[in-house]
């Protein structure tokens, strides 16, 4: 099941990255998974937060540039060899990986991992015919 995540376009300078949470924290949205990737200039922020709809109008009122994406979350278990399971998965059935984040569930048996894929509707398929557990929220 395809979850939303938020890109947000930051300039590469203190404080941003503050203003942003405060503006989420303001709106009464909360922070499940945050990745972040950066230039020299500029830095892309991604999250996926339990009321996107919110989060996105919060960070758009306060000047931010922002992108509502479909990624995959899909629980695994937490132990070693979970993630090379998918990723053999994957290549097996040519899904194509453009990014990947993870966030561990508190009780520690679980971690969901964020996937952005090329074909959305076809990574979902094949996870679920292989019997993978995704989660449309966490």
Known sequence: ???????????????????VTRLIASAGVNIRAI???DTADFGIL????DKPAEA??????G???????????IEIPDQPGSLAKVMEIFKETGVNIE???????KDCSTAVVIFKVEDIEHSTKIVEEHGLATIDCF
């Open 1 to 19: 099941m395809k979850i939303q995540q938020i890109s947000v376009f930051l300039e590469n300078k203190t404080g941003r990255l503050a203003d």
């Open 35 to 37: 990745s972040i990737a």
């Open 46 to 49: 991604r999250l996926i937060v």
């Open 56 to 61: 996105a109008e919060a960070l758009t009122k």
């Open 63 to 73: 000047g931010f540039t922002t992108r509502m994406t479909d990624v995959l979350a």
């Open 99 to 105: 990014y990947l984040y993870a966030s561990l569930e």
